[in-house]
């Protein structure tokens, strides 16, 4: 850290035209990320969902692509079932003249008879439309298909699209709305917290060039990735939310001790590399900690958690980056003037601390009651978290509303609730027997049609009576699987219904193991880090105690008077790789400055009061920052953003008063001298804080 410390300092013009030069590059290559985002990236590898779909795209290569349904209602048709043959067709014509359309198919019409004098009669085709397009890039085509089918119409009829690809076209539609609407949201609130943490004008704006800068970097990488696997709309949301917070995070740590630092004289070159070498080193670890939590995520082996932690990770380490050079190099040129249009009324209460020394006495004088009473608080807190599920929602997960989810809901109550996602079930077995099976299961309402392909492969499409996106729908799937695994051979059931029950089935084995694997990984780099075991393991309890806390809050918000509240798939992952992450931060800046303390020859009482005094304020404001950020995200009309924006709210919130401010300086003050506990090499532990180690270790 001295060493890219003076390298910074001596040549800040080199640094901020080096990455002047990055975030141009990486805007030109972000460019056209929000077009390629997607709902896709949720396909379970090996599981029997996918091997029906790849046993589909090998065998029956006609019906390789993104599949529509187009649902053309007629009121009052006056000719019956010819009337409604006649609009099916002519919806076939308009779609048909595409040349993205391979196939279409009429697949079944009915007429509902209305009831009383206000009553009218509906006549329904439903044609199914097979796109020559990859499923992933199928957005794009859904609004000129609708066109398509609006001009068609003639007033005569009105023809509905429906699909897993619409609702996907949806979700991206919402996601970048509401990202533009967060941003504008969170940018004022986040400004006027910015100008209390950083007292003044010109330092506040600091943050804001890192955010953009570690956004682009990621949004160009991630742009990158988009060109192999699918990256799904929330992936962004998640990088965006890292970028702008941990901005704000690191470059508050370091522009508090450089101005600590300056304070004690010399010039700006010397208190930036004092800085970096102090502060700086646990901006490092902490990055690099985030980085490690979210590593688990690529333990589920789901292209969107991966790519998620990809996008995370980048938007992580590139915040890191930013922080370690173009700030100190922006700080070297602009010298005095970062303290423009200072609010000296605010430095003043900086200055003081009184809030932070009160609680500071406080906590170290009564540490017993202060860990008992915040642990109790704690455990009731995560208790509902003992207890939940997982669920996957589709349309329910659009605004009530929403144009998409009215028009399922139609189709609902007018044909089967099931109709907009059949299941698949593709068999090398007699269709006969097959059949029997599917339709002696209660919760199948009808059975479609085949398709005959080759190798004597087959698949036939059958259309549920419950909601698609229900659990009562995943339940009806088990049940055929079992019925089909003991009286057929080689039959696989697949579709989006199926693959939502794979895609649960995987979270569920595999989060243990990202668990361990991010706990293990942050352990190592704490300890290395702080060289300490007793420390690192106090932090990963800790942790995963906020973590619990925050899941029983949020499952306490959103239970919805369900007996078993529920949760949606990806949230609880994200959550603890996010927050695991966020926590462990906010540990690193405090625990090294009360090692700083405690290294200069303080009694451990002490140092905990002279680490909490001097890192408190820019922890919780820091937390302040992000709350205000995950918040305005919260605000999307995107139920799973807004179980993940509230909850990393909580998370924080809970983090940085209960957890960072309370509970362990209370165990660092209980513990003493065994909180520095490291035999592995004694001349770089810190057993005996007297000792006093030189200044390059003191961070």
Not at 680 to 697: I, K, V
Request: charged fraction near 15%; charge should be positive; hydrophobic fraction near 55%.
């Amino acid at each position: 850290m001295g060493l890219l410390a003076r390298l910074v300092v001596r040549r800040p013009r080199a640094t901020i035209a080096g990455w002047l030069l990055v975030a141009a590059a990486s805007a030109v290559v972000a460019s056209g990320l929000l077009g390629r985002l997607s709902d896709r990236g949720f396909a379970v590898p090996g599981s029997e969902s996918a091997r029906a779909a790849a046993l589909m795209i090998r065998h029956l290569p006609g019906h390789r692509g993104a599949e529509l349904l187009a649902v053309v209602t007629v009121r009052d048709p006056d000719q019956g079932g010819a009337w409604i043959a006649a609009a099916g067709r002519r919806a076939e014509r308009a779609l048909g003249a595409r040349a993205d359309v391979r196939s279409l198919a009429t697949r079944g019409s009915a007429v509902h008879y209305g009831r009383g004098d206000s009553a009218t009669t509906l006549g329904i085709a439903l044609v199914e439309v097979l796109l020559r397009v990859d499923p992933a890039a199928t957005q794009s085509h859904v609004s000129a298909l609708r066109h398509a089918l609006a001009r068609a119409d003639g007033g005569r009829f009105h023809a509905l699209l429906l699909g897993p690809p619409v609702l996907e076209q949806r979700y991206a539609s919402i996601a970048r709305a509401d990202l533009t609407r967060a941003e504008r949201l969170a940018l004022p609130l986040t400004a006027l917290v910015l100008l209390v943490a950083f007292q003044a004008v010109v330092a506040a704006l600091l943050p804001v060039l890192l955010a953009v800068v570690s956004m682009l970097v990621a949004f160009a990488c991630l742009a990158v990735v988009g060109e192999w696997v699918g990256i799904s709309v929330f992936v962004t949301n998640t990088a965006t939310i890292l970028a702008l917070g941990l901005s704000v995070d690191f470059s508050l740590f370091i522009v508090t001790r450089f101005r600590e630092e300056l304070a004690r004289g010399g010039s700006t070159e010397q208190a930036l590399i004092a800085t970096l070498t102090t502060t700086g080193r646990a901006v490092l670890l902490s990055a690099c900690t985030i980085a490690a939590s979210l590593v688990g995520l690529l333990v589920v082996g789901i292209a969107t958690f991966s790519t998620m932690a990809v996008g995370a990770g980048i938007a992580t380490l590139a915040a890191a980056a930013t922080a370690l050079t173009l700030l100190p190099a922006t700080i070297r040129l602009a010298g005095p003037r970062i303290e423009w249009l200072r609010i000296d009324r605010v430095a003043r209460a900086a200055a003081r601390a009184t809030l932070w020394s009160r609680l500071a006495r406080a906590v170290t004088g009564r540490p017993v009651a202060a860990l008992l009473g915040s642990l109790a608080l704690l455990l009731a807190l995560a208790l509902p978290a003992t207890s939940f599920r997982l669920d996957v929602h589709t349309q329910q997960v659009l605004p009530r509303e929403d144009p998409v989810r009215r028009e399922m809901a139609f189709v609902s109550r007018m044909l089967y609730p099931g109709a907009g996602a059949p299941i698949l079930i593709t068999t090398h077995d007699q269709l006969a027997r097959v059949k029997d099976v599917v339709q002696h299961e209660p919760g199948v309402a009808q059975v479609w049609h085949e398709l005959s392909g080759s190798g004597g492969w087959s698949t036939i499409e059958a259309i549920l009576r419950t909601p698609s996106d229900g659990r009562a729908s995943r339940l009806v799937v088990q049940r055929l699987r079992r019925a089909l695994a003991r009286r057929t051979r080689e039959t696989y059931v697949g579709g989006t219904i199926a693959g939502s029950v794979d895609l649960v089935d995987r979270i569920a084995s595999r989060a243990p193991w990202a668990i361990l694997t991010a706990t293990a990984l942050c352990f190592v780099l704490l300890a290395w880090g702080l060289r300490s075991l007793v420390i690192p393991l106090k932090a990963v309890l800790t942790t995963l105690l906020s973590v619990g806390a925050t899941l029983g809050l949020l499952l306490r918000l959103f239970d919805g008077g369900a007996a078993t509240p529920h949760l949606e798939f990806f949230v609880p992952l994200s959550l603890f790789a996010i927050v695991f992450g966020l926590s462990v931060d906010y540990e690193v800046f405090l625990l090294s400055r009360i090692r700083e303390a405690a290294a200069a020859g303080h009694d451990h009482r002490e140092a905990v009061r002279r680490g909490l005094v001097g890192s408190g304020r820019s922890i919780t404001l820091a937390g302040l920052t992000l709350t205000t950020v995950f918040l305005a995200f919260a605000s999307s009309r995107l139920l799973p953003l807004q179980q993940l924006g509230v909850g990393l709210a909580l998370a924080v919130a809970i983090d940085v008063t209960l957890v960072r401010c309370v509970l362990v300086p209370a165990t660092v003050v209980l513990l003493r001298q065994w909180n520095w506990w490291w035999p592995f090499d004694r001349r770089r532990a810190l057993n005996a804080p007297a000792r006093g180690p030189a200044p390059a270790e003191r961070s």
